[in-house]
T-cell receptor, first 115, second 110 residues
Framework: AQSVTQLGSHVSVSEGALVLLRCNYS??????LFWYVQYPNQGLQLLLK??????LVKGINGFEAEFKKSETSFHLTKPSAHMSDAAEYFC?????????????FGPGTSLSVIP | DGGITQSPKYLFRKEGQNVTLSCEQN?????MYWYRQDPGQGLRLIYY???????QKGDIAEGYSVSREKKESFPLTVTSAQKNPTAFYLC?????????FGPGTRLTVT
């Protein structure tokens, strides 16, 4: 079985500060890992995807995430927060071998950016 | 433009009525999904379909029904048996594990 945990349901950072959103996963098979962003009253948009090609994955809007197998982590970072980054962020995992199957989403982290 | 459309954006119904939420995609994806999202919570899977004429229950299928007669369409019916239907409903399709989401339908039942 696969699962995802996101430490911190709410994170606040100052504009220009480092953004760090934590994600830990559990999977008995090679995983695909994802980060999605959701703005209020909208669907989710894909930020980035890990597929085992490289452990450091760069995404849109200046975000990146590093896959650490030994720590079963896939934390999302951005060097300098912008006001437009305020949103809900979801980490997700699926089975790499049957990627058409269910995707497991974490509970989400709400990011606030303080001017 | 390719993508997923959901209609309507907002839907209001009286308690005891069935209501059908539309989801259409022109991405040519085989897999489609329905999720429910409640305030401050993550996504919970209602139903998913890997191919036409086949679908599986997700984690919270009770009170919901779906059909998949065409590759492009995956409508969700919220029946009167659903105890607490007021929520934000998201449809998605996927390829290689990557999910593409529609804009969502906010259903309010009073």
């Amino acid at each position: 079985a696969q699962s995802v945990t996101q430490l911190g349901s709410h994170v606040s950072v100052s504009e220009g500060a480092l953004v760090l959103l934590r994600c830990n996963y559990s999977s008995s098979v090679p995983p695909y890992l994802f980060w999605y962003v959701q703005y209020p009253n909208q669907g989710l948009q894909l930020l980035l995807k890990y597929t085992s090609a490289a452990t450091l994955v760069k995404g849109i809007n200046g975000f990146e995430a590093e896959f650490k197998k030994s720590e079963t982590s896939f934390h999302l970072t951005k060097p300098s927060a912008h006001m437009s980054d305020a949103a809900e962020y979801f980490c997700a995992v699926t089975n790499q071998e049957t990627s058409y199957d269910k995707v497991i989403f974490g509970p989400g982290t709400s990011l606030s950016v303080i001017p | 433009d390719g993508g997923i459309t959901q209609s309507p954006k907002y839907l209001f119904r009286k308690e005891g009525q069935n209501v059908t939420l539309s989801c259409e995609q022109n991405l040519n994806h085989d897999a489609m999904y329905w999720y429910r999202q409640d305030p401050g919570q993550g996504l919970r899977l209602i139903y998913y379909s890997q191919i036409v004429n086949d679908f599986q229950k997700g984690d919270i299928a009770e009170g919901y029904s779906v059909s998949r007669e065409k590759k492009e369409s995956f409508p969700l019916t919220v029946t009167s048996a659903q105890k607490n239907p007021t929520a934000f409903y998201l449809c998605a399709s996927s390829i290689e594990g990557k999910q593409y989401f529609g804009p969502g339908t906010r259903l309010t039942v009073t």
